[in-house]
């Protein structure tokens, strides 16, 4: 839910913070004083378009900052972290900054942000009615999850069964395609897969001669160089007078030494040991210098063969390894496409099974839906008879999916509603009425409460055109809602505001030729004093003190009561 509330240089509001707590929340204020601008704020955070005239006249910028306190199982976590947003804190700081040249930036526990991310992430902590703005449960596209949420388990099962084979059939769908491709482009796939296989086996590559041959290379190109080299190091070992000569007479005088003097025995063992070492190295160094030649033709081959090996990795890998794994992959699909009109015909008979069970699974799941809609349609009017709408007929509209199998089932569904005897059904969107509008919306919040993820509810001036007993409805609905959700909610109705859990005054000051918007929130006693204001105007007088404050006392009761 949302913990506090942060504004700076935004419209008319200087510097702002509010902190809320759970429960229903209402905003007042006279006309003009900056109520909805929090509306607007909050809109900004869940990833609004900004604009230069949300600048406060004067200011470099406007901040907005919103804290939110979110649980363990929310859906957020799994958003953030697949925006590389991982948070093991129970805390979300969302700031949002607009520049005078209005240019905007959002960031999220500290992280910069794109504007697409910062609004899929808002769309999960926040959810705005105005009274003509048709978000959440009034978006049409949406109609179907609400209903599949408000649906039993068994219709929650059939459409996670659905979900899966339908994923299945998509498989198989593009596998048919791609094996009913055109004969001439098969044809010449066909073609340059075979002069690729053709060319990889003709070469008969082994791993790592490569490597092999790149040594060999070497020892050919600066052959005279070795020669003379391992001549020069033989000579100096073998030759008299040289390496294996001095350790030999070492040897003899430390067996002289050892005669007399045992102790030395250590120093005479290892210069014996040097001595066989010696003797070997000269064999092996002899051998070296006498098996070492110049052949310019096998140089020749050798470089024929890397330059065979280096067009080979060009064209089909950087190592012969993955040279020799892409023509394994080439020979596989040669033969799948030799076979492909076998292939072809199990793919479709594959393809049309699927079709029949997800054909009757789609089936088994609008029927589910049907009878989820009509518990629904039940509860709507139930729930708009409380709102004083009792004539409304509510109604949930199925149409076949124009594409045939979506990836939720064959439905087309929208809500629509007749608020009056004798008029017919008309998609909620094109409801007209503010009045009906507001309380729809609410009976909706009030039904799916149990299903919506979203924390935080906020009404803006959604009771315009209500007044007398479907006003009271109103108020008791949204802190009825209040009990589970944070509600917020701006109000010109005194009926709405006394069943507030918090009361936040918006009032407007005019200093230093400057306008300013403040933000108080009441007491008891101030409570009491603005709803006396909204029942009589700008007098309170005693009358419509008593009035409030019996109101106050009236809706504490009711509440305790429900």
Same mark, same amino acid.
């Given at each position: ?107 999220? /526990? ?34 179907? @999850? ?67 041959? @790149? ?33 030999? /007479? ?44 110049? @052949? ?63 054909? /009757? ?202």
């Amino acid at each position: 839910m949302l913990k506090e509330l942060s504004i700076r240089q935004f419209a008319i509001i200087e510097s702002v913070r509010l902190s809320f707590d759970e429960g229903f929340h209402v905003l007042t204020g006279e006309t003009g004083a900056g109520k909805s601008i929090l509306i607007d704020a909050l809109t900004m955070v869940m990833g609004g378009r900004a604009s230069a005239d949300y600048v406060r006249h004067g200011a470099k910028k406007a901040e907005i900052e919103a804290l939110f306190e979110i649980s363990g199982d929310h859906p957020v976590f799994g958003i953030l972290e697949e925006m590389g947003l991982e948070t093991e804190e129970e805390l979300l700081v969302i700031r949002r900054e607009i520049t005078a040249s209005g240019k905007s930036s959002c960031r999220i /526990n500290g992280n910069l942000v794109t504007l697409t991310m910062l609004r899929k992430v808002g769309r999960t902590l926040l959810d705005i009615h105005g009274q003509h703005e048709y978000q959440s449960l009034l978006r049409t596209d949406e109609h179907l @999850e609400w209903l599949d949420a408000f649906g039993d388990q068994h219709l929650k099962d059939l459409r996670r069964q659905y979900e899966a084979l339908y994923g299945e059939y998509k498989t198989l769908e593009k596998e048919l395609e791609r094996l009913t491709a055109d004969e001439r482009e098969t044809a010449r796939r066909m073609d340059l897969l075979s002069y690729q296989l053709q060319e990889i086996t003709a070469a008969s590559l082994v791993e790592g001669e490569d490597q092999e041959l @790149e040594q060999e290379r070497n020892r050919l190109v600066n052959a005279e160089k070795l020669v003379k080299a391992a001549g020069d190091a033989f000579e100096e070992l073998y030759a008299e007078g040289r390496g294996g000569d001095s350790l030999r /007479n070492a040897l003899y005088h430390l067996e002289e030494i050892i005669r007399f003097d045992e102790s030395v025995a250590p120093i005479f063992e290892s210069v014996q040991s040097a001595v066989y070492q010696v003797e070997e190295a000269i064999r092996l160094l002899g051998r070296y210098r006498d098996e070492l030649e110049f @052949e310019p033709d096998r140089l020749n081959r050798v470089e024929e063969r890397l330059d065979l090996i280096h067009r080979l990795k060009r064209k089909y890998g950087d190592t012969i390894e993955s040279i020799l794994a892409y023509a394994e992959s080439v020979s596989g699909e040669l033969e799948e496409l030799r076979n492909r009109d076998e292939n072809r015909e199990k793919v479709k008979q594959r393809l049309d099974m699927v079709g029949e069970k997800l054909k /009757n699974l789609a089936d088994l799941l609008t029927s589910a839906r049907k009878k989820a809609a009509k518990r629904l349609e039940q509860r709507m009017e139930a729930e708009l008879a409380d709102l004083n709408m009792a004539n409304t007929a509510f109604r949930v509209a199925f149409e076949p999916a124009e594409r045939g199998f979506t990836p939720a089932g064959c439905d087309r569904v929208e809500f629509q509603i007749a608020p009056n005897p004798g008029e017919p059904l008309r998609p909620l969107a094109k409801i007209a009425s503010g009045g009906e509008l507001s309380r729809l919306m609410l009976a909706l919040k009030t039904i799916f409460i149990d299903v919506d993820p979203i924390d935080t509810v906020v009404f803006d001036e959604i009771d315009t055109g209500v007044s007398g007993r479907a006003a009271q409805s109103i108020a008791e609905k949204m802190a009825g809602l209040a009990r589970k959700n944070q509600v917020l909610c701006v109000t010109h109705l005194p009926q709405v505001a006394c069943m507030a859990d918090h009361h936040y005054l918006i009032t407007k000051e005019v200093s230093d030729q400057q306008t300013r918007t403040r933000v108080e929130r009441l007491d008891e006693d101030g409570r009491a004093t603005e709803l006396a204001r909204m029942l009589g105007g700008v007098e309170v007088t005693a009358t419509t003190r008593r009035h409030a404050e019996e109101m106050l006392r009236l809706a504490e009761r009711i509440k305790q009561a429900t």
